[in-house]
């Protein structure tokens, strides 16, 4: 099952770090700008952050898996539009489409393991989780470098394409549904509400969801600046940044191991707040070494690797600690989790863009300007 769900909610950040490489081919192509490239990443980030919002309420009235359908569904057509565009208008469009239906997998996988776990158990849960997850943003920047130079950037939706397919049939076949009816709410916008007040007006449940989603601001200012800052401005080539992705993810797994080890002993607290404190250090680093460049290209790497070791801690332990205090709205309070982190990463990357002067620094600063707010947020909101 836990299995099934990760490689449901693998959809979303296969969509956004598979076609990164192509980001230098794609503003050559439609002869736009970068920060209009960028756009295709922020509209994303949007899109996923709306239907989070939807799906999460949704399933908590009509049940999990109808809905995770549902969603599947969008994603496969919205790809097969994005294989098709030929304008970058269209195409910042139908990401966005993408990103609605690919929300889906995210924000239920999270409700559906919050049906079947509660406490620690349930952040060591998530953190299994997520590291089956993350062999997709390992894997997808180098399979989408090379998809690039062999066939070319719409071959990488069309990719994306049969893998919706895959989730289909792991939907269909492989997942059950965790919430019996008569859990299940009430429907109507009176009856939503109540639940998004309830969960936004609980202030540990609001501090672990601003604390975590803030720190997703800056792993998409990662994400969104590094096409351009290594394939343009240190010079490699568009597969061998599938390279870095790789070695960078591997920090994060490493981070979600040891969080599954610890978290049951430690705690959920305890582990969010050394997650956190130890990406501001790690941050602190990296921008000291990019803004100085000392090491070059292995030095930016090295940064970087020191910043998302974290990352995977911060995640499930946000996760759990929100969805700890609301097992009656699930669906709700994981929705809240996951809009409020792709509405971060939305803005950061759209900072990114804005900021793009060609070198590596407007990624750096945003990167440790969000994992400063992230700190404070823990520290005002969270701790006891």
Not at 103 to 122: C, F, H, P, Q, W
Not at 136 to 145: Q, S, V
Not at 205 to 226: N, R
């Amino acid at each position: 099952m836990i299995l099934s769900l990760a490689m449901v909610a693998a959809l979303a950040p296969l969509a956004i770090d598979m076609y990164l490489p192509s980001f230098p081919t794609l503003r050559r192509e439609f002869g736009v700008s970068a920060a209009q490239i960028q756009l295709t990443l922020s509209g994303y980030m949007l899109g996923f952050t709306v239907g989070q919002l939807a799906y999460g309420p949704l399933s908590d009235r009509f049940g999990r898996k109808p809905v995770l359908l549902s969603g599947v569904l969008l994603f496969i057509a919205a790809t097969v539009l994005c294989a098709l565009s030929t304008d970058i208008s269209w195409l910042i469009l139908f990401r966005f489409l993408q990103a609605v239906g690919g929300g889906a997998g995210t924000v239920l996988s999270r409700a559906i393991v919050r049906d079947l776990y509660e406490g620690a158990a349930m952040a060591r849960i998530m953190s299994i989780m997520l590291i089956a997850v993350l062999f997709a943003p390992m894997i997808a920047p180098f399979a989408g470098g090379y998809i690039l130079i062999w066939v070319g950037w719409r071959a990488v939706f069309w990719v994306l394409t049969a893998i919706g397919l895959a989730a289909l049939l792991i939907t269909v076949f492989r997942i059950r549904e965790t919430l019996p009816m008569d859990r299940r709410g009430s429907p109507g916008v009176l009856s939503l509400l109540r639940g998004y007040t309830a969960v936004l007006t609980h202030r540990r449940a609001l501090g672990y969801i601003l604390s975590g989603g803030v720190t997703f601001g800056a792993l998409f200012a990662f994400l969104s600046g590094a096409p351009f800052v290594f394939i343009e401005y240190y010079g490699l080539e568009p597969q061998e940044m599938g390279y870095v992705f790789m070695i960078n993810v591997a920090g994060v797994m490493a981070g979600g191991w040891l969080n599954a080890r610890y978290v049951e002993t430690a705690g959920v607290y305890r582990m969010m707040a050394a997650s956190t404190l130890l990406l501001l250090a790690g941050t602190v680093v990296a921008f000291g070494l990019i803004a100085s460049d000392i090491f070059g290209v292995w030095g930016a790497i090295a940064g970087i690797m020191i910043f998302t070791l974290p990352l995977n801690m911060i995640n499930a332990n946000a996760a759990a600690g929100a969805l700890e205090h609301f097992p009656h709205l699930a669906g709700t309070a994981s929705a809240a989790v996951g809009a409020f982190r792709y509405g971060c990463g939305a803005a950061a990357g759209l900072c990114v863009g804005l900021f793009h002067d060609g070198t590596p620094l407007p990624m750096a600063a945003v990167m440790l300007g969000c994992s400063v707010i992230s700190t404070i947020f823990l520290v005002v909101m969270v701790r006891r």
